[in-house]
Structure formats: C-alpha cells, structure tokens
C-alpha cells in the first residue's frame, strides 16, 4: 500500500512538472515569434525617421504590379530587361539568360530599400495592398516625399469603387495634404488587352471619387444630427475638392500627375524611364 502511495506520488510529480515546462517553453516560443515579427519593422522604422526627405511610398491595390515596380527600382541592373507580371504583385521573375531576381510571393511584409535614381537617393517602401496594412500605410505617409499609387489598367472596371476609397484614404491623408505630397498614379499592365488608358482611368477615378464623396459628406450630416461632433468634424476634414462642385484631381493642393506603364516590355516602352524622372524631381524639390 505504502509503495503503490509513493509511486502515485511520483507520477504526479512527473506530469506536474512536465505541463510546467510545457508551459514555460510555449510562453518564450510565443514571446520570440513576437520579437521576430517586430525587430524588423522597428529597425526598418527607426532607419526611415532619419530618410523622411527621400522616402517614395509605393501604394495601392492588391496585386496591382507594386513589388514588380519596387523590384525594378531597387535593381538597376534589372530595368533594361523583362519581367513576367501575370500575376501581379504574387510573382516577379524577369526573363533573361542573365541572373534573375528573386521571384516573390503574394506581398505580406512591407518592402524596404534605397536605391540610387538619377543622381537622388531614395527610400523605396512598397506598402502590400492587403487592407491589414492600413495603418502602416498611413503611419509611412507622415514619412513620405512622395507618393507611387499602383493600379491594374485591365482590371479597374471592376475594382473601380475599391480602388477608389483607398486612393481617396491617400489623397484625404493630413500627411499628405499638409505637405502637399506629389502623387503619380500608374496605370500598370498597359501590355494586356483589356487595359484602359491613363484618360480613361482618370475620368473613372473622378466619377468615383465624386459619388464617394457624395456618400461622406451624407454621413457627416447624419452624424452632425446624433451631436457626434467629433466623427463629423474628422469625415468634413477629409473632403477632396471643391463644395459645390464636381470633383476633379486639378482641384487638389499637391500635384497628382497620370502615367501608364508595364513592367513586361522593359525600360523605355514600359514608362520607367518617366517614373525614375519623376522620383528624382520629387526628391530634389
């Protein structure tokens, strides 16, 4: 009896002792994923406060060609080649018998890198389009001199209303609007048959930045009624444009300029000669 006591004692003493360290070693596996997901954005953070005068964002929807642009800045060696862009922002891999970039999957981490652009150093930060990255995108246009907004020429028709509140959230930025912040929207993947034209796209962009901001300026007035001051304050703040009238990009305080552009046809024909222009003269400003 005294034995089968004793041996009952020690097993539960073993299985005590091994949910303990169980437990201690799930906690400091936890704590360790923590710190390895935040060193990075804290480090790349830190570096960007000291870069505020060269920082280019580079925004927009997903899979609109944001990483395959941001690839073709930082690389030098890679903008007079080609790149595969079916998928977007899912892959980038340029086609050439010379050493190829990195192909990369779907954007969920932010991109960082400066790279030399015409004689002006720049920060390019490319911000994944994926909406848990709102913050970041918002936080990173305090920072920025200038901003790249991405979209897919041949997909816009249907993301047309979703494309346009988050280059609304852009515009409507007090970053942005306070600095005046140049914006050149790319009208990428020119090289797809269904793709529209700069004009045409801009003209979208316009109708729907116009009935968006019909639709805010009805719910401020909603909120005005409930007496929440506050929110109704901070939805009148962000109105684009002119009251009264329809809205057009030409009405805003910082520049927003149009391109088209494709990373599949190289350098020239594909605009990136224009882009890194633009880059550098928003630096140099």
């Known amino acids: 009896m005294l034995l089968l006591i004793v041996l009952g004692s020690l097993v539960l003493l073993v299985l005590t002792t091994w949910y303990l360290l169980n437990k201690q070693s799930a906690k400091i596996s936890s704590q360790g994923i923590a710190l390895a997901a935040g060193a990075p954005a804290a480090s790349l953070l830190s570096k ?3 870069s505020t005068n060269n920082a280019i964002l580079i925004t927009g929807p997903t899979q609109s060609g944001k990483t395959s642009l941001w690839y073709y800045l930082r690389f030098p060696t890679s ?3 080609q790149s595969n862009e079916n998928d977007g922002d899912k892959t980038t891999k340029l086609v050439s018998s010379k050493p190829s970039l990195p192909e990369t999957l779907a954007s969920m981490a932010i991109n960082t890198a ?5 004689e002006a150093n720049a920060l390019l930060i490319d911000i994944p389009g994926h909406p848990k990255f709102k913050f970041d995108r918002d936080s990173h246009l305090a920072l920025a001199k200038g901003v790249l907004f991405v ?3 041949s997909t816009i028709s249907q993301s047309l209303r979703a494309t346009a509140e988050v280059l609304y959230e852009v515009l409507a930025n007090k970053h942005v609007q306070e600095k005046e912040c140049p914006v050149l929207l790319l009208c990428n993947k020119q090289d797809e048959p269904s793709s529209l034209s700069n004009v045409r796209i801009k003209a979208m962009l316009e109708d729907e930045i116009n009935n968006l901001r019909a639709s805010r300026q009805a719910s401020t007035r909603s909120l005005g009624h409930n007496d929440d001051d506050a929110a109704a304050d901070d939805k009148a703040a962000d109105f684009l444009g ?3 009238k329809k809205f ?3 009405d805003l305080p910082n520049p927003v300029q149009f391109n088209e552009s494709s990373m599949l046809v190289g350098h020239d ?3 990136l000669e224009h ?4 880059i550098a003269d928003t630096i140099h400003s």
């Not at 882009?275 to 633009?278: D, F, G, Q, V």
């Open 48 to 50: 960007r406060r000291g």
């Open 79 to 81: 903008r007079n080649r």
């Open 242 to 244: 002119y009251d009264g």
């Open 114 to 118: 400066e790279s030399d652009i015409h």
């Open 248 to 250: 057009s990009f030409e």
């Open 275 to 278: 882009i890194e222009r633009w």
């Open 269 to 271: 024909a594909g605009g």
């Open 151 to 153: 979209v897919d020429s």
